[in-house]
């Protein structure tokens, strides 16, 4: 990988081993597959789409760090 | 309980959104339980998109939680959408950029040179090493006059060998920057290398500081300019898009 900043490497890097995010998990909503992080009870954030319409990726309910309720199937 | 504007907001996003596949089947009112909040964000009228790059771009390694970072996986589809969609004319690209990976930063910027829509970017605060390509990737480059643009050698992260294959290759990571530069904009490939190795600019690296009206003067950026007249140049390539003749 090249890093081509003006930010030096050592303030980019200075945590990188630091376990400060929750493991993601994927979930389908809306017929959309999300890559989530919990959020909570029944919450989750998006941290990234998987899903091959490119209109989803404008859709403003989908943007990444935007919380979904995901209700418990029955 | 919905009002009247906010049913007419709904009805218009769900027109907006007509040549983009299934809409959503939630109303306004089930915000609350879909999202936790009490309105979604205001259905957009404009025809034109509004991309906004900033922080780092992150490429193929995931960048430590206290970076603020753009993620290519998330900009390049968006790139898709817009270059299909029947409602967006035109896109504005708006760049506050300390740089990041050189082959997300230039496949971001290859995606809007070879957009059909018309494209303008601009550069507000910084559009800083691999910013520098995405500012000129679009059809015309607006820079304001506070905002600056750090032009300076790539680097390389992790083990390096030292031998002269890897001084080779690095040079030629460099061009791949530089050619694109040179072939977006005025700016000719001996002036780019002068500014890149230029000396006494920076205090702890090789390179030079270009400062709103600087950019312009040597042929990088287009205009110097704020969001108005941005605006105005998209809107004027956008009716020369669509054939008729300039405002």
């Keep these: 990988m090249i890093l081509h900043t003006i930010v030096p490497i050592q303030y980019i890097f200075s945590d990188y081993t630091a376990q400060t995010r929750s493991t993601p998990r994927l979930i389908e909503w809306n017929n959309v597959k999300l890559e989530v992080l919990p959020a909570g009870e029944g919450k989750y954030q998006i941290n990234r789409i998987l899903s091959t319409n490119p209109f989803d990726y404008l859709n403003p309910r989908l943007q990444p760090g935007i919380i979904i309720q995901v209700d418990p199937k029955i | ?247």
């Design chain 2, 1 to 247: 309980m919905l009002n009247k504007s906010e049913n007419l907001s709904v009805q218009s996003q769900q027109s907006q959104n007509a040549d983009e596949g299934p809409a959503f089947p939630y109303s306004q009112a089930e915000n609350i339980k879909e999202f936790g909040v009490a309105s979604a964000p205001p259905a957009l009228d404009s025809d034109i998109h509004c991309l906004t790059i900033v922080g780092q771009i992150e490429g193929h390694i995931m960048l430590p939680p206290q970076n603020k970072t753009t993620k290519y996986e998330h900009v390049i589809p968006q790139l898709v959408a817009i270059e299909q969609s029947k409602n967006i004319k035109g896109l504005l690209l708006i760049l506050n950029t300390v740089g990041g990976d050189v082959e997300a930063g230039l496949a971001i910027a290859e995606m809007i040179s070879t957009m059909s829509k018309p494209t303008v970017s601009l550069v507000l605060g910084g559009g800083h090493s691999i910013g520098v390509p995405l500012a000129v990737s679009a059809d015309c480059s607006f820079i304001a006059p506070s905002a600056t643009m750090t032009i300076h050698p790539i680097r390389m992260t992790g083990l390096v060998v030292g031998i002269p294959q890897t001084y080779e290759y690095l040079n030629r990571m460099q061009d791949r920057v530089v050619d694109f530069i040179v072939r977006h904009s005025k700016i000719s490939k001996e002036k780019l290398n002068e500014l890149l190795k230029g000396t006494g600019g920076l205090s702890s690296d090789v390179g030079t500081v270009l400062i709103g009206e600087e950019a312009v003067r040597y042929g990088i950026i287009d205009y110097v300019g704020g969001v108005k007249e941005a605006i105005l140049k998209l809107r004027e390539l956008i009716s020369q898009n669509e054939g008729g003749g300039p405002h």
